[in-house]
Each structure stands twice: as C-alpha cells, then as structure tokens.
C-alpha cells in the first residue's frame, strides 16, 4: 500500500472520530422528524454532525443516557415514552424538575444535563402571533407532557390558565402546580370558558393521524378574535384548525412551529450557535408535505 493511501485512510478514520453525534431516543421513533430538522442545520451551517434517531425501551433509558456519554456523544433529545423516565439519569434545570420531564440532554459538562424546551417553543411561537402573554387567558386542551410544558411557561409569563382535560385528577394535579389556573371538564363548562378565552390551545393527541376528522371544539364555540393553536403537526392542518377558518378565526398556528423552535432551543443549548430556524422548519414542512410523520 503506497504511502498516500495510508494517509488518506488515517484522514478519513481522523475526521469520522471529530464528527459530533447528536440523536434522540424514544420508542416508537423512527418517524421522528427532528432528524430531518437538525440534519438540515448541520449541512446549512457546514458543521461536520449528524443527528440519528436510536429506539430505546423505557427500561433500557439510563442505560442508554450513561452509553451516550461513554461513547461521545454530544447531545440527545428525548421523546415518548421517556422524557419522564430520564429526568432520574440527569442533573436537571429547576423548569424540567417542575414540569417533571426533560426532551434535551447535554453531554458537554462531563454530567449529563437535562432541559425542556417544549414550553420555550410554545411560549416563543405564542408571543411571535399574540405579544404580551401577561394577563391573558389561555385555555389549555390536555394535562400531559406537552400540556404540562407549555402550561408553566404561559403562567410564569402571566397567564390566566385554564386547563380542560378528559381525566379530571390530572388536570387538578397540573393545576395544584401552577400559580394563577384552574381547570374545568371538557363538557359544557368548556362552551362558556371558550368565550372569555384569548387563546386556546390543543395540547391532547386529538385530530393527530390516523384520527384527522377528531376535534374537542367546533367551529361554532369559536370567536374571530380567538388565537386558535393545535400542537399536533400531523397532519399539518388538523379538524381543529379547519374548524377554527369556518369560524372566521383571524390567527391560526400549527404545531410545525412550536417543533422547530423547541428543536432550535436544542441545538444552542448543544452547539452555542445560533440555529438557522428558517431551514429547520423548510426541511421539516417539506418532509411532513412528503409524508413523514
Ligand atoms: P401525553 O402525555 O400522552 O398526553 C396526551 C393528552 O391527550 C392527555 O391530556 C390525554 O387526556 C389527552 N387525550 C388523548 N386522547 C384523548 C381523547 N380521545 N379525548 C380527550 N383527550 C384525550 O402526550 P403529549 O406528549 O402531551 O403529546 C400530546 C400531543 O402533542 C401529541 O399529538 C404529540 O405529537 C403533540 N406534541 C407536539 C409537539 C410539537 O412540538 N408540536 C411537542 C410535544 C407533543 P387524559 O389525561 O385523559 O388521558
């Protein structure tokens, strides 16, 4: 073997060892769209990474978060079921300890760092289409991960929250948690408390596929002024986002957004750069328009 091919082998080894690996963990997760997200960063800002998608059982999540760091690797995300499971392997911010989950893991400090972007997304997605969060009220469709994440942001930042979900217990643990919300049923409590609403939010998996002509509101509990927002991104226009343009409603906002930016969120925690959000949510858009789910 002649002496340029042993340096070309050694250059090759040489730059595969100094490519960071980012990924997420989840089960299931192969359709998980943040590779396609952060993937398109990495190419568009010329850093030499990939972000992979690894299917993980909630049994095997802290054996998975200690293997991650033994073998180098930069950054996870964490997905369904585990984001709660993991907050035990991580030394965690005071938000996520709140909000009892993390969907973002750093490796840099040599301890595993845990965070939870979702309500950040939500909360920057929000005052992008609203303003000034402060003061109002917020009707909040579920009393879960997500529902849980975006609730403490919009009542650190002063909103009146309510929280309407189908198992009253959770609600009412949610609530117990927060500073200025109460929580009601999803019958016809929901009618009159939509009227008084400045901004409804579905945070339940309801009109997600296979499920696309699922609503809990329709266009007649509606009002224009309403800011209609359905976190569930597929498909890209749910039943409740449909309904809420039969009802004249001027400000609809998917769930595509509230991904992107949470995604973003993670990629300065891990990279310190400052994400290229415009094509996160391009490549994301487009994979969704191609069938990804
Ligand atoms: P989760 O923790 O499993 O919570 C699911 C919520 O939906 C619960 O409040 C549940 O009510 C409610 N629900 C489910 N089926 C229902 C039904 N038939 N009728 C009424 N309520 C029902 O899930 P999650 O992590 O919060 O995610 C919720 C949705 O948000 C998913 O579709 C997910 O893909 C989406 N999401 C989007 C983003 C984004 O970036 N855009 C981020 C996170 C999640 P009970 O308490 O009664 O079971």
């Known amino acids: 073997m002649l002496l340029g091919d042993w340096e070309r082998i050694f250059k090759t080894a040489y730059n595969r060892s100094m490519k960071k690996i980012y990924g997420i963990i989840g089960d299931p997760v192969a359709h998980s769209l943040?590779?396609?997200?952060?993937?398109?960063?990495f190419k568009k800002l010329g850093m030499d990474a990939i972000y992979l998608a690894f299917r993980v059982s909630p049994e095997e999540v802290g054996?998975?978060?200690?293997?991650?760091?033994?073998?180098?690797?930069?950054?996870?995300?964490?997905?369904?079921?585990?984001?709660?499971?993991?907050l035990s392997f991580v030394d965690a911010e005071e938000v996520a300890k709140k909000i009892g989950a993390v969907n973002t893991i750093d490796f840099s400090s040599g301890t595993p760092a845990g965070y939870n972007t979702d309500g950040i997304g939500s909360l920057r997605i929000l005052k992008e289409v609203v303003g000034e969060i402060n003061g109002k009220n917020v009707l909040i469709l579920g009393a879960g991960g997500a529902a849980k994440a975006i609730s403490?942001?919009?009542?650190?930042?002063?909103?009146?929250?309510?929280?309407?979900?189908?198992?009253?217990?959770?609600?009412?643990?949610?609530?117990?948690?927060?500073?200025?919300?109460?929580?009601i049923s999803l019958g016809v409590e929901l009618e009159k408390r939509i009227e008084?609403?400045?901004?409804?939010?579905?945070?339940?998996?309801?009109?997600?596929?296979?499920?696309?002509?699922?609503?809990?509101?329709?266009a007649y509990l509606m009002?224009?002024?309403?800011?209609?927002?359905?976190?569930?991104?597929?498909?890209?226009?749910?039943?409740?986002?449909?309904?809420?343009?039969?009802a004249g409603v001027k400000k609809i906002v998917d769930g595509v957004k509230m991904l992107v930016y949470q995604g973003a969120a993670s990629?300065?925690?891990?990279?310190?750069?400052?994400?290229?959000?415009?094509?996160?949510?391009?490549?994301?858009?487009?994979?969704?328009?191609?069938?990804?789910?």
Do not use: C
């Open 34 to 41: 943040s590779p396609v997200m952060h993937n398109a960063a």
């Open 63 to 86: 054996d998975a978060i200690r293997g991650a760091k033994s073998l180098g690797i930069a950054g996870l995300n964490v997905t369904i079921p585990l984001k709660e499971k993991a």
């Open 152 to 183: 403490f942001y919009l009542d650190a930042e002063g909103a009146r929250v309510t929280i309407a979900n189908r198992t009253r217990e959770k609600a009412a643990q949610l609530v117990s948690k927060l500073r200025n919300a109460d929580f």
């Open 196 to 218: 008084d609403s400045n901004i409804l939010i579905n945070a339940t998996s309801v009109g997600m596929h296979p499920n696309e002509d699922a609503t809990l509101v329709n």
């Open 223 to 246: 009002h224009p002024d309403l800011v209609v927002f359905d976190i569930v991104y597929n498909p890209l226009e749910t039943k409740l986002l449909r309904e809420a343009k039969r």
């Open 267 to 293: 990629f300065k925690i891990w990279t310190k750069k400052e994400p290229p959000i415009e094509t996160m949510e391009n490549a994301v858009r487009d994979a969704l328009s191609h069938g990804s789910s």
